[in-house]
């Protein structure tokens, strides 16, 4: 990068922050401190408006603004969450586009709508696998989710075919296992819920808000999901020529991918079916070796033996 275009880049991350730091400046362009001194006051021989507080960091006088390009709030935020996604399938040099596109996007927001987002980016998790999400149009469900509105749902709980209708109050979404989920607390059941939204029969929002759930949690509601048993932590060891297979049909993303030294590489998945998981990784062959957990690969075990035995059977009759 040269030096103008880090120049312009510092005054886009002083207008997107309230306040930031020289270290907070030198760690996102990858400079030496005494180069940020150099190109702050370069800016303010520029006449760019910096103010500089001991021991707090630096900001943009109060008014000041490159010329704005304006963006409605769901605009933004769906900029800001169709990034999420593709950063998960991005290359490093892509990753980089995008990083600064949403550096410029933020720059010219309001102070309001760079909240939003940021509330949206803290609510909205994205845990991508390979198959389309629901097409319904999840925005006003995200906009209740930033503006504690309450939900009211019709919901079909294991598709048993029994319908109930809830009022709950919406805490956060997430994609994983090819679905998105809100994860709320319904008044019905006293307590948290996670509700696919492929179940839902219909819902709308209200116009009645909601207090509390300060302490809520998105990752940790997720690790309690998984060590309940909701969700299985499998890990894989897989060979090169069946990665790209594994991460598109994978129940969800890898949460974790390790290279390994004889060039196979270490997944870390969730599951929900541990029946439908060991049929499908019994059609890798050895391509795909189970580490984790142990109930997997007794499984994997047990099915290719009662093959082995099925095919020994017909074995001498094959060879007369």
């Known amino acids: 990068m040269n030096r103008i275009d880090r120049l312009t880049g510092v005054i ?105 987002i940021s509330r949206l980016e803290r609510v909205v998790n994205i845990r991508f696998g390979r198959s389309s999400p629901l097409g319904a149009d999840l925005m006003p469900m995200q906009e209740a989710v930033v503006r504690c509105r309450c939900l009211s749902l019709r919901y079909n709980a294991g598709r048993r075919g029994e319908i109930t209708e809830r009022v709950v109050e919406p805490l956060g979404m997430v994609f994983y296992a090819r679905q998105w989920h809100l994860i709320a607390w319904c008044r019905l059941r006293r307590d948290l819920r996670d509700f696919r939204l492929d179940r839902m029969d219909g819902w709308k929002v209200l116009a009645e808000t909601f207090e509390g759930h300060t302490d809520f949690s998105m990752e940790e509601f997720l690790r309690k999901e998984t060590e309940c048993g909701e969700l299985t932590p499998v890990t894989l060891v897989v060979a090169q020529e069946a990665l790209e297979r594994i991460r598109a049909e994978a129940p969800s993303s890898p949460v974790r991918e390790e290279p ?61």
């Open 12 to 116: 886009l991350l002083l207008q997107g922050r309230r306040v930031i730091t020289a270290e907070e400046i030198a760690a996102h362009f990858e400079i030496s401190i005494r180069t940020v001194y150099r190109d702050i006051a370069a800016l303010g021989e520029a006449g760019v408006p910096i103010v500089a507080e001991a021991g707090v960091g630096y900001s943009l006088a109060r008014g000041y603004h490159m010329p704005p390009i304006m963006f409605t709030e769901e605009e933004a935020a769906a900029l800001a969450i169709g990034a999420e996604v593709t950063e998960q399938v991005a290359d490093e040099s892509l990753k980089r586009s995008i990083g600064g596109a949403l550096l410029k996007i933020r720059a010219v927001l309001s102070a309001e709508q760079r909240d939003y």
């Open 260 to 320: 390994l030294p004889d060039g196979r590489v270490r997944i870390e998945i969730l599951s929900f079916a541990p029946e439908y998981l060991t049929g499908w990784l019994m059609s890798f062959g050895t391509r795909v070796e189970a580490e984790h957990p142990p109930e997997l690969k007794q499984r994997l075990w047990t099915q290719a033996m009662a093959i082995a035995a099925q095919y020994e059977k017909n074995s001498f009759s094959l060879l007369t």
